[in-house]
């Protein structure tokens, strides 16, 4: 994993520009290395910047104990071990406790978009007719410090009203409807620095930021309004033990005391998107117990999981990606155990993203799309999910039509639903190893996906269309852990006939013969004018790599980071 010392000054080899003289008001022991702009400041106020810092200092021990405990058990998985359900919290999960009650403002879910927070992304995703817009400052965003301080200021316009947005190619004004989706927001996992804010000398905690500056500036109009008397509403990534949790509920009963506002206030679901959390689903909702709404399969984040943990296990090599699916014995489990739980604890089961994308020049491939979003929806309801996610726009209406033709009058299933007792899963259950074959087409498809989302990533897009498909940052890990599985135990590509096996060689011919179709797809002008070659640069490095990374945009962090010489003032 790569630490926070990473990015200190020494040895950061980001670049560095001149600002001007202009600096941001700071507080003692902060210090801003991102370009100075009069909005931004608006932003990063004194005040805002104390309370960010007050968290920081509260919680950075904290927070590096639960880093250094996902080390140990990496180094356990490495060796041999599994994850497992722990023996020493086994009265929480059979005890008979439950959450708080949801709040009536979020009661109904059912189809929930998410997106950047990007100005006009917020405005088309809050206006879009689903229940709920999740806006992201981690996979779906490149943490440029444009995008990020952009996306505070867009937050904040979002959540007082004042949000418009003028498209000057199509003359078009873009503003909020009377009626809009509920604002949740999902900050940066616990594992990601934010190298333009230091705090005490170090970089701060980026999800700490992103949390800190959002409920600052928000909380009391988001619950005059949005929240009517709670909130605000957050999303937590990447958890991989209830530890991890408990810092977020000390930190949300931190924020709640400093404004003055009742505990449980705050409301926030957990995405289970790491292996080692599926086993840790009751100890999260009881550490979040009164701050909960529910637990959300993140499937695609899952996948990426299952081959990290079982990177030193040759015998729990993963198909073609495509094979990956629901109808796997492991991922049907953990849906519906997922399912179990959060209605065990009476709080929302959300189901998974559907990345599907309008394919407007094909009104057939686009209906063969739309029917497998609603395969994948009427799976998801008459499981028991409460809700799930699209990734555009116009797969709202077939999600929500789906959703709401099987559940009762009911705004979810929390209550409702009757479903088969998942308890009787057992721990093969949920890491049985998927079946498929692996072809030379999926180790080309990896390899396209991969580097094309890298280029996007490193240019400031962090959600990429791709293939008809919305790719995020999940999509390009399980394409880059994929390949390093393979290339690492030099599997056989048995799916096709071929029966060749994948070393050095043969990836370093995929590599240059898929960069050369890139180039085709996308045209000379743009292959020249983006980073691809800096993208293939870093991805193919990535895959050959003797020791997997953690994650890929840590490696690539570096790459977006830029220092400006003048960045704060103590007045």
């Not at 316009?157 to 989706?181: E, G, P, S």
């Not at 958890?239 to 003055?260: C, L, P, Q, T, Y």
């Not at 637990?295 to 984040?301: A, F, V």
């Not at 209605?343 to 094909?362: C, L, N, S, T």
């Amino acid at each position: 994993m790569v630490s926070f010392e990473t990015f200190l000054p020494t040895n950061n080899p980001v670049q560095r520009k001149n600002s001007g003289t202009m600096g941001y008001d700071v507080p003692e022991g902060v210090d801003i290395r991102g370009r100075y702009d009069p909005e931004f400041s608006k932003i990063l106020t004194r005040d805002a910047l104390q309370f960010v810092a007050d968290l920081q200092r509260e919680f950075r021990n904290h927070i590096k104990y639960a880093m250094e405990c996902r080390r140990e058990a990496k180094m356990r998985y490495n060796n041999g071990g599994l994850p497992g359900f722990d023996p020493a919290t086994k009265y929480i999960r059979e005890g008979e406790w439950v959450c708080a009650p949801v709040p009536a403002a979020v009661a109904d879910r059912r189809v929930e978009i998410t997106g950047p927070v990007e100005r006009k992304m917020v405005i088309n995703a809050l206006n879009s007719g689903a229940k709920v817009f999740m806006a992201d400052f981690e996979d779906a965003l490149s943490p440029s410090w444009e995008n990020l301080m952009r996306g505070h200021v867009n937050l904040r316009d979002a959540v007082n009203r004042t949000i418009t947005f003028h498209d000057q190619a199509r003359n078009k004004v873009y503003k909020l409807n009377d009626q809009t989706a509920k604002l949740f927001v999902r900050p940066r996992g616990w594992h990601l620095p934010e190298a333009h804010i230091f705090i005490d000398g170090e970089p701060a905690t980026g999800c700490l930021v992103d949390f800190g500056l959002y409920f600052f500036h928000s909380y009391a109009n988001f619950r005059k309004a949005q929240g009517q008397g709670f909130g605000p509403f957050f999303y937590l990534p990447k958890m991989e033990h209830s530890r991890e949790a408990r810092i977020w509920n000390n930190v949300f009963d931190r924020a709640e005391k400093w404004a003055g506002i009742e505990k449980g206030s705050i409301r926030a679901t957990v995405l289970i998107e790491t292996l080692p959390a599926v086993f840790q689903m009751n100890e999260i909702l009881y550490e979040l117990r009164d701050h909960s709404v529910g637990l959300n399969c993140g499937r695609w984040d899952y996948i990426f999981s299952y081959v990290k943990t079982f990177q030193g296990h040759p015998d729990r090599l993963l198909p073609d990606r495509v094979q990956v699916g629901m109808g796997q014995h492991f991922m049907r489990s953990y849906s519906d155990l997922l399912i179990h739980t959060c209605h065990k604890r009476g709080v929302h089961a959300m189901g998974g993203m559907a990345a599907q994308i309008p394919i407007r020049d094909d009104p057939a491939a686009n209906e063969a799309a739309l029917e497998l979003v609603r395969k994948d929806k009427l799976r998801e309801v008459k499981a028991g999910h409460d809700g799930t996610w699209a990734a555009h726009p116009g797969l709202i209406p077939a999600c929500m039509e789906v959703f709401t033709n099987n559940m009762t009058n009911a705004p979810n299933q929390i209550h409702s639903m009757k479903h088969h007792d998942a308890s009787v899963l057992i721990e093969e259950d949920l890491l049985q190893s998927p079946r498929g074959v692996r072809t030379m087409e999926g180790l080309r498809l990896n390899t396209r996906v991969g580097i094309q989302y890298l280029a996007a990533w490193l240019t400031g897009a962090g959600s990429v269309p791709l293939y008809n498909l919305m790719e995020d940052a999940a999509t390009a890990e399980i394409s880059r852990v994929q390949n390093w599985q393979w290339l690492k135990y030099g599997v056989e590509l048995d799916g096709d006939g071929l029966g060749v096996k994948v070393n050095l060689d043969l990836f370093g011919r995929v590599v240059e013969e898929e960069m050369a179709r890139i180039e085709r797809e996308v045209g000379k002008e743009k292959f020249k004018k983006g980073m691809y070659k800096e993208a293939c640069k870093l991805f193919t490095r990535q895959c050959t790599a003797p020791i997997l990374d953690d994650f890929l945009t840590l490696d690539a962090y570096n790459n977006i980071v830029m220092y400006h010489p003048i960045g704060s003032s103590r007045l």
